[in-house]
């Protein structure tokens, strides 16, 4: 049996559920690339748990996973990822993989950014598009760029992720909005312009979680503390959206009037 147990958003994220089954498996794996949980200390997270977490990495679960899946075969296997496991990752894949070869999954969600980010905002989940990845300048792609233009062209909210390579390589948001006005500059759709309105998310389920709204020129100046960090680019506004982001991101007013007559 192989179940995927969710962490949530931070060193005390992950439900009781989900301790339960990691302290019934055999073997615990965790893999800690797809998301940055602030304030996770591994030992104690392995205290709580009663057993070794052995941390894997993108290649063990992408490319090779024969070790977790043979163990997952005769034993219960607990999985560990950050956030919900099937959000804005590619756990899919794994799971089908053990489908295949007869092995039982599980999954114990958690908190996920994605619901985390339209609470914390007050931005209606229901009104969000498709979502993309700000990649790093390495491994260019005008994805995000595009999926933010189809969602403001249907009035949709963006949720864009950053891109992540380690712990200490997480891009933070006026990195992202950096790249994003370089994509603007070449693709000239206008749609990630200087005055955007756009909210930054950081730090989410932590103690000293900052949210923040306002137009793109203003943000890329601010300084957000540590990652991980997430962008929302705001579509189509209810009023009770604007009164919120005005409210709990401290977006001013004038900027939000500015959007709703625009959009
Ligand atoms: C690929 S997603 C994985 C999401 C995860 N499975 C979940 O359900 O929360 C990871 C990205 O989401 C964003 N993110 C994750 N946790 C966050 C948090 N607590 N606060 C702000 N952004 C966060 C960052 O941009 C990070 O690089």
Redo the contacts with the bound molecule.
């Keep these: 049996m192989l179940t995927f147990i969710g962490l949530g ?1 931070g060193a005390d994220g992950i439900s009781l559920q989900g301790l339960r089954a990691a302290q019934e498996a055999d073997v615990v794996y965790a893999e800690l690339y ?3 949980l ?1 304030g996770l200390v591994l030992a104690q997270l392995e205290k709580r748990i009663g057993k070794r977490v052995r941390v894997v990495s993108r290649r063990d679960v992408e490319e090779d996973p024969g070790e977790i899946l043979d163990h997952a075969r005769w034993k219960k296997v607990a999985f560990l ?4 496991p099937m ?3 590619t756990h899919v894949d794994l799971r089908l993989r053990a489908a295949k070869a007869g092995i039982g999954t599980k999954i114990v969600h958690a908190a ?3 619901s985390a980010a339209a609470g914390l905002l007050g931005l209606q989940s229901y009104k969000f598009g498709p979502s993309a ?1 700000v990649p790093f300048p390495d491994n260019p792609s005008t994805r995000p760029y595009e999926v933010l233009a189809e969602n403001l062209k249907h009035g949709w909210h963006t949720m864009l ?2 891109d ?1 390579r380690d712990k200490e390589r ?1 891009m933070t948001a006026p990195e992202a909005i950096r790249l994003l006005l370089g994509l603007e500059e070449r693709l000239r759709g206008g749609f990630f312009t200087p005055d955007l309105l756009l909210a930054v ?6 103690d000293d979680c900052l949210v923040r709204a306002d137009q793109v020129e203003r943000l890329q100046r601010e300084d957000f503390g540590p990652p ?3 962008l929302v680019a705001p579509g189509r506004l209810h009023f009770v959206e604007a009164e919120a982001l005005q409210v709990f991101a401290g977006a001013p007013k004038e900027v939000l009037v500015w959007h709703m007559t625009r959009r």
Excluded: K
């Design positions: 958003l797809t998301s940055l602030p990822v950050p956030g919900d959000i804005a990752t996920s950014i994605a990845t992720f950053l992540l997480a998310v950081a730090r989410a389920g932590a991980p960090h997430l």
